[in-house]
């Protein structure tokens, strides 16, 4: 987990000019002791001139949090463009810096991505990098660096400054294919869980968190299969909470809510897997045992004791609550909605009763 952190925040940080600026700054400071070496004086202007962008590569890089990132990224285009025909101008040669341009062009779309800039914003830049490239080409073409005025160090600066500029923009693909994959797998994450929010949310009951009529009627489907396969029994029970109207009445929609909140939860709790239990509607709710034994009844009068023993709390009040469970099986039924049927009946049959009580089919 920890390198999976790390690499994030290497990869993935939050301006993500910064690294490009870094990378800048290292390699002004890499090239400028070469340049400062070479013996003709005509290379000395293009030295001064490395310094001074390095020095404002590294004053964006200081005061990168302080700048927006359009302003920043602008500033770096320029003197990055600045540089370029600058060399080019004074010395006759393009080393390779032709390919970091050419790889801003896109970093300026990729960097700018989420900021509200005008197409004005975007055609002056494209055409300044479009306009240097232009200019670099032509130099190139027209001015074969080892055919013209220069000495032998020329043909060491043209062939180490290309493999230097070589190396420095396949190091710069590699951070960023790396930093884009994990941009990438950040998106998929997130687009998986939400897609994982959505199924759940689509399939449960927002109030309670139990599962919504929709996917109670799945888990039918499902407990009905496994019995026409290997012939599993299973059991359906559907309960209501006694007397809600009056509760809401007398204590407000916000402790019913509450009410059906700490109601389910406790039920959950008490019941094991793989049980389920679902909101059918309003204060109605649908308990689903996959299989059903001698404990079945036990299990359920136990549920319906602890909710007696535990009132709910609300607000500093204490709310008495019960309920009353009408049972039922598939083993006289043919389809679960028959099953769901009968322990409706023997709910109806409870309340009629007294409530807070469980009534068991004959056909259980």
Known sequence: MRKMNLK????????????????????????????????????????????????????????????SRIKSLTIFTITLIFFCCYEVWTTKLVCGMEYVICANMSAIFLFTTRNKVTKKYYLVMMGLLVGALSYLIYVKLTSPALLTFYIPVNRRLTLVSNIYYMAAS???????????????????????????????????????????????????????????????????CI???????????????????????????????????????????GEEFVIIFPTIDNNTIFL????????????????GNTIPITATFGMSSSRNAGSPMEVLNDADAMLLTGKNSGKNRIVISEKF
């Open 170 to 236: 396949l190091i710069f693909l590699l951070y960023a294919s790396i930093a884009t994959d994990n941009m990438l797998r950040k998106f998929a994450e997130k687009r998986n869980f939400l897609h994982e929010q959505l199924e759940y949310l689509a399939k449960h009951d927002p109030l309670t968190g139990l599962m919504d009529r929709r996917r109670t009627l799945d888990i039918f489907a499902e407990v009905a299969a496994h019995k026409k396969v290997d012939g599993t029994e299973y059991g359906i």
């Open 300 to 315: 359920l009068e136990d549920v319906r004791r602890q909710i007696v023993k535990n009132p709910v709390i609300f607000e």
């Open 239 to 281: 309960f209501d909470i006694d007397d809600f109207k009056k509760v809401n009445d007398t204590w407000g929609h916000g402790a019913g809510d509450f009410i059906l909140q700490s109601f389910t939860r406790a039920i959950w709790d008490l019941l094991p897997n793989p049980i389920k239990i679902g909101r059918w509607g």
């Open 8 to 67: 994030r925040k290497i990869f993935s940080p939050r301006n993500k000019t910064l690294p490009v600026f870094l990378f800048s700054v290292l390699c002004r400071i890499v090239w400028a002791p070469f340049l400062f070496m070479l013996p003709h004086d005509i290379f000395l202007p293009l030295a001064v001139s490395n310094v001074c962008v390095g020095i404002s590569d590294a004053l964006l890089c200081i005061f990168y949090s302080k700048l």
